[in-house]
């Protein structure tokens, strides 16, 4: 039922290409620089849209601040993740003019249904982005959209991750193009780098040697650090969550900017730092961070798009990227979920079914 893999995370983590197919397929108008994501939101309400806010917990979170940054720019309307267990609609918005996007694998997760409700209460409109056909989410809100990646067992979020991103990401091509904000040409760049996410990550997956030897250079560190900017921050954060929940080792993810106001104390030749170093990531800016861990001694893996030759002179260890634009940091994510998952293998962890966690959590 693995198919051949040790665990289901990595089947999973393998099956991201199909899972990627899935998802996209019949969405993408290129001819017209479109999403057919068969929602009805009507353009009216769409043009007098003010703000977006994505609702969502742990992985689905990270989405959602991957999300927040392409509504910012193709959408050009006012775009936040919040994390559902603080959620709380105030700050004066109006909720007519607010969307609410719930992002959640499960369905069924209690805090983001929560959320929802408060959502709900205050008036504003609601989505969901799922997993799930049936799940109690997709009750709760006006309109789904669903992310079709398949069943994941693992419990460790992976393909959903991949296929949550791409769905939204086709989500800012509706809405924008709803809302004239993004041009077809624009829109048709991104919709061509979402047709090439599947080959992009398969590139990746053909490459898990590489990080499966890289693992074993790295496995005895004291703590990891994973740094990247702009849309390298939430994949800094996710790959982060990624290792500590199933190799129990201390792991931290930070804007990297914000490394020399205070977590730089912690950082010693005994803490690998993983950064994005791709598009999309203001990755010159963070080469400067990379200088300020590697002057303390701490050894550095690179995720460095192909075009960013230089990029990598300054790494311990380059893992390439191939050149997809905006979609470049959610394919370095990938070689975190597999340096994630060869490190946890090489402890021995249980990987699918790590110790105090469950899949879908439905309580408060
Ligand atoms: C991490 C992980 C969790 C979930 C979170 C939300 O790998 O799986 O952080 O992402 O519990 O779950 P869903 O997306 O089902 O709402």
Redesign the pocket.
């Known amino acids: 039922e693995k198919g051949g893999y040790e665990h289901y995370m990595l089947k999973e983590i393998h099956e991201q290409p199909t899972a990627l197919r899935q998802t996209i397929s019949g969405r993408i108008d290129e001819m017209n620089g479109e999403a057919d994501l068969e929602l009805d939101l009507p353009t009216e309400y769409l043009n007098s849209l003010e703000e977006v806010q994505f609702v ?6 990270h989405a959602g601040l991957y999300a927040a940054k392409l509504f910012e720019e193709y959408a050009d309307v006012r775009a936040s993740a919040e994390i559902a267990s603080e959620y709380e609609f105030d700050g004066g918005r109006d909720p007519w003019r607010t969307l609410v996007v719930a ?7 209690a805090d ?1 249904l929560s959320a929802l409700q408060r959502a709900k209460r205050a008036g504003a409109k609601t989505l969901a982005v799922t997993n799930t056909l049936g799940s109690t989410v997709t009750r709760e809100v006006e309109d789904t959209v669903f992310i079709r990646a398949g069943p994941e067992i693992g ?3 992976t393909k ?1 991750f991949c296929s949550q991103v791409a769905t939204l990401a086709l989500l800012t091509v509706y809405v924008g193009r709803q809302r004239g904000t993004v041009s077809s040409s624009e829109a048709r760049e991104l919709l061509s780098d979402l047709r090439g996410l599947p080959g992009a990550v398969q590139q990746v997956l053909d490459r898990e040697e590489q990080v499966r030897v890289a693992a074993e250079e790295y496995v005895d560190g004291d703590a990891f650090f994973f740094i990247g900017r702009r849309l390298g921050a939430p994949v800094a954060l996710e790959g982060a ?2 290792l500590k ?1 199933i190799s129990y080792d201390h792991a931290e993810g930070f804007p990297s900017g914000e490394l020399k106001h205070g977590p730089l104390a912690l950082v010693t030749p005994e803490t690998p730092v993983l950064a994005v170093l791709t598009e999309g990531t203001n990755a010159e800016e963070t080469l400067n961070n990379v200088k300020e861990v590697e002057s303390r001694g701490a050894p550095v893996i690179g995720c460095v798009s192909e075009g960013m030759d230089d990029a990598g002179k300054f790494v311990d260890e380059v893992f390439e990227v191939p050149e997809l634009g905006e979609l470049e940091p959610l394919v370095a994510n990938v070689y975190f979920q597999l340096f994630s998952y060869h490190v946890a293998n090489l402890k021995g962890r249980s990987i699918d079914k790590p110790r105090n966690l469950a ?3 439905t309580v408060e």
């Open positions: 969502a917990c742990g992985t689905s979170y992002v959640t694998q499960s369905g069924e997760t983001t419990v460790a979020a959903t969550l990624k929940e899949k879908s959590v």
